[in-house]
């Protein structure tokens, strides 16, 4: 039970592979896959992202009441927007590590290092630590890149409470135990600059995290992973909005997250379906714009996504975020929920034609803010050249 879980969770099986398709780059690699990659010629592989999106509401006067945004966050652009490609580039660097970089093709023609890490291949013990700039292993959607998605866009209290996916620079070390039951145990340091944190406190170590997760299968068709992680972070002046907007005090977040996959008999080229869903609450205990301030945002989502016939997948997601109300001194603010409740419903369809390109057609009924707001969006993502298979 226990090499035969692993192997599927690592993303050696066939439903790994086939439940993220084109999600398969090699920043998601785990030990086990990157052996792959050649010693000495490094794997490289480009992710290319486009989308046509419309709108009823302008996507510059995006916000939700009672949150404030990091930059970055919101519906996108609208009409037609080249998306954020990714350039990978990784490697064996000897028997005993291994190294990544993603470099993110912005659309505005900017370049930005999205990740670049190293990561050990032979501690041994089940044993992994990676050093440089990676997304945290907290949750279950942080960790992966924008073309992993089931959906267009991410998740509505990842927007809200990570802006989007927390990434930094810093150091994870992860063990997995020699247990039957898979179960992995990760703790994380990093600088502390990306949101919900900034300002590099503490000299540089302003952020810490836990998680553990753990799964298994269940018979021959099923199996599952959960698991629970905390996000403790130290914000100086974090700037948020246009103004801006200042806080600086602790923001902390925690996150229980759930998956559930069939296949029949492990085979998903006919059929395979992906139940998913994640809580997450952040407290935040500071001063906004110098006033001071104690207060907590939580949200949650749940997804189905159903492969109904070869190559052909529809998806269904809910979302939603709410926060606690605030005092009279922060009415009016960034922060004051004027008593909204934001969520969301989506639908998707997507067509992969092979496990380099999708097609998707993408609905958005989104109330996250006051005015209602239907969204569509039609994207393309295709992969060029080498990459290893996705995590479970």
């Not at 952020?207 to 914000?235: Q, Y």
């Not at 806080?247 to 925690?254: A, R, Y």
């Not at 085979?267 to 301030?293: M, V, W």
């Amino acid at each position: 039970m226990k090499r035969k879980f692993r192997s599927w969770y690592f993303g050696r099986a066939i439903l790994a592979t086939a439940a993220t398709v084109l999600g398969s780059t090699a920043q998601a690699q785990e030990p086990g896959a990157q052996a792959a990659s050649s010693a000495f010629n490094p794997a490289l592989s480009l992710i290319m992202d486009a989308t046509f999106a419309s709108f009823d509401q302008k996507p510059a006067t995006y916000a939700i009441p009672g949150v404030a945004l990091a930059d970055d966050t919101g519906p996108g652009e609208e009409g037609f927007s080249l998306g954020e490609s990714e350039l990978v580039v990784s490697s064996n660097v000897d028997d005993k590590f291994y190294g990544l970089l993603t470099a993110a093709l912005k659309p505005e023609n900017a370049v930005e290092v999205e990740e670049a890490f190293i990561e050990t291949t032979g501690l041994g013990y089940g044993a992994t630590i990676k050093a440089g700039r990676f997304f945290s292993g907290i949750g279950y959607l942080n960790d992966q890149h924008a073309h992993v998605r089931d959906f267009v866009d991410t998740a509505l209290p990842y927007r809200a409470m990570l802006g989007n996916q927390y990434r930094d620079d810093g150091v994870q070390l992860r063990v997995v135990a020699p247990t039957d039951l898979f179960i992995e145990v990760g703790a994380e340091m990093f600088r502390g600059d990306g949101y919900p944190a900034g300002g590099a406190a503490n000299d540089g170590k302003g952020t810490k995290s836990v998680f553990v997760h753990a799964g298994d299968d269940v018979g021959a068709s099923h199996s599952w992973r959960a698991g629970i992680s905390r996000l403790n972070t130290r914000a100086i002046d974090r700037e948020t909005g246009t103004t801006p907007d200042l806080f600086t005090g602790d923001s902390n977040v925690t996150i229980v997250d759930l998956l559930w996959k069939w296949a029949p008999n492990r085979n998903p080229s006919e059929h395979y379906l992906k139940l998913q869903a994640e809580y997450l609450r952040r407290d935040e205990d500071g001063a906004f714009n110098t006033i001071a301030c104690d207060t907590r945002q939580r949200g949650w989502y749940t997804q189905a996504v159903y492969q109904f016939m070869p190559r052909w997948r529809v998806g269904l997601r809910h979302d939603a975020v709410a926060a606690d109300d605030v005092p009279v001194a922060l009415a009016a603010t960034a922060l004051d929920n004027q008593q909204h409740k934001p969520e969301r419903s989506s639908l998707m369809v997507d067509f992969s034609n092979s496990e380099f390109s999708r097609l998707r057609l993408q609905y958005n009924n989104d109330n996250s803010r006051p005015v209602s707001d239907t969204q569509w969006y039609v994207q393309y993502l295709m992969s060029l050249g080498a990459h290893g298979a996705h995590k479970y």
